[in-house]
Antibody, heavy 118, light 113 residues
């Protein structure tokens, strides 16, 4: 059973950098899956941020205002999210998820709340 | 980007009664390969979203058969034949026809009467 666990600071200052890591267990990050980040502002809906393949190939949501980078560390079986120049609008629960062929986002982490505030 | 619109925003259903949620896309989700790239998720209170239906009408592993997905082109429906207490939460449709990005509907909150 694949499990994903997010970790990172719960509070980031405006104009700062938000960095999160997702550790994958129960399966290899080098499998035929993409690894995604999705966020959910408090009381609102879901927004797909982007994804990465174990080769380092990435896809991003062009609608995001803050610069986004997703990276992978195969040796640690984890991938990471970095958002730069964050604002209060980036306050959200951030989820990591696996995008499998056909079924898409089938496994999700528990989510981690990141608040952007001074 | 394809915009997904769900209705209603919320619904309250008596246990054992059916429920229906609508999702409309701004462009057709029917691919030339014959598949319709429409998905349904349920986010139970305090939990992460969980996959219910993939590619329009296929139930994901472990999903009860009281859940069904249907529709075509730009109009889609998730039906619950007999609502149970454990079905409460927010339902989201999602498309992958035009990707990136994946886009979600705004959500429909299901409550039990």
């Amino acid at each position: 059973q694949v499990q994903l666990q997010e970790s990172g600071p719960g509070l980031v200052k405006p104009s700062g950098t938000l960095s999160l890591t997702c550790v994958v267990s129960g399966g290899s990050i080098s499998s035929s899956n993409w690894w995604s980040w999705v966020r959910q502002p408090p009381g609102k809906g879901l927004e797909w941020i982007g994804e990465i393949y174990h080769t380092g190939s990435t896809n991003y949501n062009p609608s995001l205002k803050s610069p986004v980078t997703i990276s992978v560390d195969k040796s640690k079986n984890q991938f990471s999210l970095t958002l730069s120049s964050v604002t209060a609008a980036d306050t959200a629960v951030y989820y990591c998820a696996r995008r499998a062929p056909t079924v898409l986002l089938d496994y999700w982490g528990q989510g981690t709340l990141v608040t952007v505030s001074s | 980007e394809i915009v997904m619109t769900q209705t209603p925003l919320s619904l309250s259903v008596t246990p054992g009664q059916p429920a229906s949620i609508s999702c409309k896309s701004s462009q057709s989700l029917l691919h030339s390969d014959g598949k319709t790239y429409l998905y349904w998720y349920l986010q139970k209170p305090g939990q992460s979203p969980q996959l219910l239906i993939y590619e329009l009408s296929n139930r994901f592993s472990g999903v009860p058969d009281r859940f069904s997905g249907s529709g075509s082109g730009t109009d889609f429906t998730l039906k619950i034949s007999r609502v149970e207490a454990e079905d409460v939460g927010v339902y989201y449709c999602m498309q992958s026809m035009q990707f990136p990005p994946l886009t979600f509907g705004g959500g429909t909150k299901l409550e039990i009467k």
